[in-house]
Nanobody
Framework: EVQLVESGGGLVQAGGSLRLSCAASGFTFGNYAIGWFRQAPGKEREGVSCISSSDGSTYYADSVKGRFTISSDNAKNTVYLQMSSLKPEDTAVYYC?????????????????WGQGTQVTVSS
């Protein structure tokens, strides 16, 4: 059974940092792309960043480029999202998801498996 479990969310002041973790199990981690997405109240879910587990290639949405860093520890089947210089508009539930096609793309429809999400709240 494929499982993705996010952790690391919380409340932080603007300008602060958080590191999210996504622990994966039930599939061959190295063949997948793992993406981070977020959904704010009343808004559509949007892609934040993704990483190819096979070669470590990364992609970022413009809104987080230069502030967020995605990384992967294949030995632990875990993907991290280091978030710095956080802004109130980063407040959302953050989800990780797995694309079995291994594509470096943030299109939601490519991702077959999703975690339950972790709340990130940035206060001004």
């Amino acid at each position: 059974e494929v499982q993705l479990v996010e952790s690391g969310g919380g409340l932080v002041q603007a300008g602060g940092s958080l590191r999210l973790s996504c622990a994966a199990s039930g599939f061959t981690f190295g063949n997948y792309a793992i993406g981070w997405f977020r959904q704010a109240p009343g808004k559509e879910r949007e892609g934040v960043s993704c990483i190819s587990s096979s070669d470590g290639s990364t992609y970022y949405a413009d809104s987080v480029k230069g502030r967020f860093t995605i990384s992967s520890d294949n030995a632990k089947n875990t993907v991290y999202l280091q978030m710095s210089s956080l802004k109130p508009e980063d407040t959302a539930v953050y989800y990780c998801a797995a694309d079995p096609g291994g594509r470096l793309n943030l299109a939601l429809l490519l991702y077959d498996y999703w975690g339950q999400g972790t709340q990130v709240t940035v206060s001004s």
